[in-house]
């Protein structure tokens, strides 16, 4: 079936630029009540500031440098803007411990360390519903995070995945640096794989990753078994 007979969900609209050495994709995901902002990287502070005239959130799919390279600069700025960043990533917003020169960040008391001890955390935010689907392996904490809207009877009308580096278009994130773990993406991969349409109100949904295009829940998904024996 092509993409063209598939049902695929609506997105909410956002704005995306990508910034720094490794052309980090930022994320401003525009809702009738804000703006979430996803994985602000280096040299996108102004631009976040001046296109989210009503922020609700900042949201880290990671900890790598090259997604929250400005965190610090946002905050200092809007200190009122809560952050959510996933709990086993923290500690690389805390310390610089990859030595970028990245501006170590103290978490302030409206920020909140998303625990996915389930595999998944749940919340909702200016009307729309945030989850963090956890898929460690590319770091500890690394984390998909979809932003749904459902209509007057609870279905859900629109809904798109930011995948920060765990899935790309045709490729996975790296399981090879510092804090990674091969078993974990492993694992990660097949409960990705998993995933059900009945998630997503019976449709695809849209991927759209850290790094590069956009690409489709149901299509990386077929991909899983193509590199589940290279890990």
């Known amino acids: 079936m092509s993409m063209q007979e598939k049902k695929v969900l609506k997105r909410l609209q956002h704005l995306c630029k990508a910034f720094g050495e490794y052309e980090t994709n930022c ?23 001046e296109s989210s005239p009503n922020p609700l959130a900042i949201l880290l799919t990671h900890g790598h440098f090259d997604h929250i390279f400005d965190v610090a600069k946002i905050k200092q700025a809007r200190p009122e803007i809560p952050l959510y960043c996933p709990r086993d990533d923290s500690f690389m917003l805390e310390n610089d411990c990859f030595g970028t020169g990245l501006m170590p960040y103290e978490f302030s008391a409206n920020d909140v360390l998303v625990s996915c001890d389930k595999g ?20 500890p904490g690394c984390s998909a995070v979809c932003l749904s809207q459902r209509d007057s009877a609870g279905r859900i009308q629109k809904s798109s995945m930011y995948s920060g580096d765990f899935v790309f278009k045709r490729s996975i994130g790296r399981y090879d640096f510092p804090y990674s773990s091969p078993s974990d993406m492993r694992d990660s991969l097949q409960r990705f794989g998993a995933l059900g349409a009945q998630e997503f109100g019976g449709a695809d949904i849209e991927i759209f990753p850290g790094h590069g295009e956009s690409t489709y829940l149901s299509y990386e998904q077929s991909n899983v078994a193509l590199w589940l024996p290279r890990i």
Do not use: C, K, N
């Open 120 to 139: 998944r955390s749940e919340f909702v935010l200016g009307g729309v519903e945030v989850s963090y689907l956890h898929f460690p392996g590319h770091t």
């Open 27 to 49: 994320y401003i995901v525009q809702s009738e009540q804000g703006e979430f902002i996803i994985d602000p990287g280096m040299g996108s502070a102004q631009w976040v500031l």
